[in-house]
Each structure stands twice: as structure tokens, then as C-alpha cells.
């Protein structure tokens, strides 16, 4: 019996001694998890307060609408010029292949001396 109880109080020592080795290493663990929490709940706070308000961002939205609209009426004038020139440039074109003076000259001296004209 007396080895019995030497072995259960040999027993437990160890299992308290391992008990409270557990337990240091979960105190310094719990230390760094609050060290942790702490600057992560600081980090936040600094973010918040760089970060854009409600306000500012409407009116960078209000600002973006406007030089959207702006650009799409460029695009439109834009287009109605180049759509001007083009019709511009093609009745030039035809002016000036139906209106070639020399071509007319030639025609009517032709015309004379064929007698087709006076």
C-alpha cells in the first residue's frame, strides 16, 4: 500500500507540474492575443479616421457624372464635325468632277464646229 500511495503522489505532482507549465504557456499566449487584439483595434481606428467620408465621396460621384456628361457631349459634337466634313469633302469631290472647266470648254468648241451650236 505504501507504494501505492508514493506512485499517486508521484502522479500527481507531475500531472500538477504539467498543469501549470500548460497554463504558463497559455498565460503567454493569452498576453500576445491581447497585444494582437489591441493594435488590430488601433490599426481600425487609424483607418477610420483616413477614411473617405460620405460627403466627399458624393461629390467626387456628382464631379464623375459631370465630366461623363461632358465627354459624351464632345463625343457627339465630335462626331456631327467629322460627319460635316465628310459631306463637305464629298460634294467637293463632286463639284469638281462634274464642274472641270476644261472639260466644258472643249465640248462646246467641239459643239461649234459640229454646228450643234451657234
Given amino acids: 500500500m505504501n507504494t501505492l500511495s508514493t506512485e499517486l503522489s508521484t502522479f500527481l505532482g507531475v500531472f500538477l ?5 500548460f497554463a504558463v504557456v497559455c498565460a503567454i499566449h493569452l498576453r500576445r492575443l491581447t ?6 483595434v488601433n490599426y481600425v481606428l487609424s483607418q477610420n479616421k483616413n477614411a473617405v467620408s460620405l460627403r466627399r ?17 464632345l463625343l457627339a459634337s465630335h462626331k456631327k464635325l467629322r460627319s460635316r466634313i465628310g ?3 464629298t460634294r467637293e469631290k463632286a ?10 470648254v472643249k ?12
Fill in 87 to 89: 459631306m463637305r469633302a
Fill in 35 to 40: 497585444n494582437y487584439c489591441r493594435d488590430s
Fill in 95 to 104: 463639284e469638281n468632277s462634274l464642274d472641270s472647266g476644261d472639260d466644258k
Fill in 57 to 73: 465621396m458624393a461629390a467626387v460621384e456628382a464631379t464623375m457624372t459631370d465630366l461623363t456628361d461632358s465627354y459624351d457631349g
Fill in 17 to 21: 507540474l504539467l498543469v501549470c507549465a
Fill in 107 to 118: 465640248l462646246r468648241l467641239a459643239a461649234k464646229q459640229s454646228g450643234l451650236l451657234r
